[in-house]
């Protein structure tokens, strides 16, 4: 009886082509360079502390545990964040396949597995090339070790290869819009601060705690605290006050309530602590402010 045999080719989803640096720095909190564009991927892994990206006109924060991709021709950067002493796992490859673009504008989060196999891929990378200049490895030029373990190069691109299908089956942490720094009075803030202001005027006629901020965001209140401190001096409920009376202001310049009825619109106890309040801000009583308002 004459056996049939069925062959399968293999699938060729992802194909990495060529290696062009592999490396592990220790930053200062204070890192920084010029940012830069090449015609190839870099895949950037933050190992410890915090550090600030750019790519093209994005900016966000990549904290510990993440990992993001650079496409080829983006300009991208990374700067410290003056407060973390980062680590930091680079590695740049040639690959022409349209399976890495859905990787573009999105942070991955990496679970255990996954770590452990970037580990190795690091692992068989530092046994198999050595930089240039160990001293500063943006020079961007490996060697392959005249004592690299047998095979050691197809382990570097069959691990990476997996390594990448592997995060194409996990789900995004966020895209990098969603966690994009943003200009507000002059000032660079974080995703999460624009958030808490943004949470701020949904609740303008309310009362509000740090304590229901904080779990609005899931975080602590220490947290929430030294984090708006960078965009607000004065603390988060003064700031969260001010806002309230920007809104006064403009509600007795369209005169259609008393004072009695905008203090109890924006969530104030009674007039007199809504007097106060707008005098603290606006250094004037709310009827001075009525009757200065230029007809």
């Known amino acids: 009886m004459k056996t049939k045999y069925t062959k399968y080719s293999f699938e060729n989803v992802i194909n990495i082509k060529s290696i062009i640096t592999l ?22 892994y933050i190992d410890q502390g915090e550090m600030h990206c750019i790519a093209d006109d994005k900016s966000f924060v990549l904290k510990s545990g993440e990992l993001v991709f650079h496409k080829p021709n983006e300009f991208h950067n990374l700067m410290g964040d003056s407060i973390h002493s980062p680590n930091v796992s680079i590695i740049t490859f040639e690959c022409s396949s349209q399976a890495l673009y859905k990787f573009v504008g999105k942070i991955f989060k990496l679970n255990s597995d996954e770590k452990s196999m970037l580990s190795l891929l690091f692992e068989e990378g530092l046994s198999c090339y050595s930089l240039e200049d160990e001293t500063n490895p943006l020079i961007q030029k490996i060697y392959k070790k005249d004592d690299a373990p047998f095979g050691s190069s197809q382990m570097i691109k069959n691990i990476l290869e997996i390594f990448l299908i592997q995060l194409s089956r996990n789900n995004f942490v966020a895209t990098t819009n969603d966690r994009r720094n943003h200009l507000i009075d002059g000032v660079t803030i974080s995703n999460e601060i624009k958030v808490v202001l943004d949470y701020m005027n949904e609740k303008l006629c309310d009362s509000i705690s740090v304590h229901q901020i904080a779990k609005q965001l899931n975080c602590s209140e220490s947290y929430l605290k030294k984090e708006f401190a960078k965009y607000y001096k004065g603390g988060i409920i003064k700031y969260f006050n001010s806002l309230k009376i920007k809104e006064a202001k403009h509600l007795i310049r369209n005169e259609k309530m008393s004072m009695a009825e905008i203090s109890e619109k924006l969530g104030f106890d009674n007039p007199q602590y809504f007097s106060r309040c707008f005098k603290q801000f606006a250094h004037i009583s709310p009827s001075q402010y009525k009757k200065s308002i230029i007809k």
């Open 23 to 44: 490396f592990y720095m220790e930053l200062s909190k204070n890192f920084k360079y010029d940012g830069e564009r090449h015609n190839f991927w870099e895949m950037v």
